[in-house]
């Protein structure tokens, strides 16, 4: 059905939509988002975790490192970068381990997330953004697992990502 875009921002384009369900249409506000990529790090029994005040919901969050997709980008190409600006990592690839919507509801976005493999410290470090202040940390994954159960981490690709090393190891 045909879309009117209604806001274009930054990060995000906001279109109206009429959907057709049973013969019948419906008025949605829908988000549309590039998407984003999360990279799972492991390395001893510890995970990557980037500590960053979010102002969306006005909270210091602990997540994987992440960011956002530029349209067209290669995803994993953007984790690569992410993993350097946020962590001064680099990793000899990154394996596609998840694919999810962060709320498919009324926003498109896609977050990749990968598996780094063959980690070491960058040779060459990326500027981070100037808009981020961020602190990266290795926490034991037990202890990333118990942070979870404790509602302690609340970003879902987080979430994933601890989960997915949780049943990798078993």
């Not at 790090?41 to 102002?55: A, F, G, N």
């Not at 984790?79 to 394996?95: F, H, P, T, V």
Request: aromatic share 8%.
């Amino acid at each position: 059905m045909k879309e009117k875009k209604i806001y274009e921002g930054i990060i995000f384009d906001l279109v109206h939509k009429e959907v057709l369900i049973n013969e019948k249409k419906y008025p949605r506000d829908i988000i549309r988002h590039p998407g984003g990529v999360g990279v799972l790090c492991l390395k001893d029994e510890h995970i990557l975790l980037v500590k960053q005040y979010r102002p969306a919901v006005d909270e210091v969050t602990l997540e994987i490192p992440a960011g956002k997709l530029e349209y067209g980008e290669d995803p994993m190409e953007c984790g690569k970068r992410e993993l350097n600006e946020e962590a001064r990592i680099e990793a000899d690839s990154l394996e596609l381990i998840e694919e999810i919507y962060s709320t498919p509801g009324f926003c498109d976005e896609k977050i990749y997330i990968y598996k780094a493999c063959g980690i070491r410290k960058a040779l060459h470090e990326l500027a981070q953004d100037e808009d981020e202040d961020l602190d990266s940390l290795w926490l034991p994954l037990e202890e990333a697992y118990r942070k979870v159960i404790e509602r302690k981490i609340k970003d879902a690709k987080t979430i994933v990502a601890i989960l997915y090393a949780i049943a990798e190891r078993k």
